[in-house]
């Protein structure tokens, strides 16, 4: 890749923050979501709502302040009327976003590398909860990335308790959807019996790491000893294969060091919503860059 193109790409990024052309479709979308509604009808299109949760997400703007961003928007931005705080607060807690509209299509088969993180469900430092010894626990995002595109090809919100191996096969389902998954690469927390036959069954090849003190002679599970030879053995294409488990990280730390590592919402739906929209965006922004 060219970096001028690569430098491009990261210009147009930002373009899509403000691209206002939503307004040329507002009546039209509106009449649409209206079509059929029982009660109050909509005001605001969809479209708008999803542009104004992007850059609170980016900017991270509480919801007045977003009221305030808009306001002043409006006074350059003809058609544009201002919701209140409350009304972005309830429609974008509400908004029903296409996971699919920002994922790069892959015609050929793929590893999906696996992962997850802790997000915080305050903005408290860590000072305060010592000091007041205040414990409000933490959320666990779980990923699986496509490593041709670095995209979330899959994504699952969990409680902090729920271990990461029990999500693979979830994982890996709602991946498949998606994509042709030809393996799936995950570190030692996803290895189980139970991981290794079902990727098996569906003729994927696991490159998860096997933990250190497992035995040579693993009975009922010849995937899993396979695995275990081949990182006893010091295979190159082994490690190859499993390094490419970077790219789970680096989407993490792409989305903390953007979004944050936290989340604003005060409910467990919102939250999941919250992060539904982040995945979105990185998809979206991760996208453009793939296709410059």
Known sequence: ????????????????????????????????????????????PDSLIRLLASIRLLF????????????????????????????????????DLNF???LTVSSEP?????????????????????RFKVRKGYLKV????????KQIVAFEVTREYVHDGTRLENLVEESSKRVEVKGVIGDGAYDSRRNFNMLDEKGMEPVIKVRGNAVKRL???????EALTMQRNGSEEWRRKYGLRWMAESAFSWMKRVFGEYV??????????????KVFLYNL??????TA
Not at 264 to 277: D, I, L, Q, S, Y
């Open 60 to 95: 991270h703007l509480p919801y007045r302040q977003l009221e305030g961003f808009t306001s002043g928007l409006s006074k350059y931005v003809e058609g544009l009327t201002v919701p209140d705080y409350t009304t972005l607060d309830r429609r974008v807690n509400s908004l």
């Open 219 to 225: 009975r009922g599970c010849p995937a899993r000893r």
């Open 142 to 149: 779980h990923i699986a990335v496509n490593v041709e595109t």
């Open 1 to 44: 890749m060219k970096w001028s193109v690569y430098n491009d790409s990261l210009v147009r990024r930002g373009e899509v923050l403000l691209d206002f052309s939503i307004l040329e479709g507002w009546d039209d979308e509106v009449e649409l979501m209206n079509s059929g509604r029982m009660g109050r009808p909509f005001t605001y």
């Open 264 to 277: 604003t919402a005060k409910n467990f739906e919102n939250m999941v919503r919250e992060t539904t929209m």
């Open 285 to 290: 922004l991760i996208g453009m860059t793939r």
């Open 100 to 102: 699919d509209e920002a």
């Open 110 to 130: 793929v590893y999906v590398a696996l992962d997850s993180t802790g997000i915080k469900v305050h903005n408290s430092g860590d000072w305060i909860r010592r």
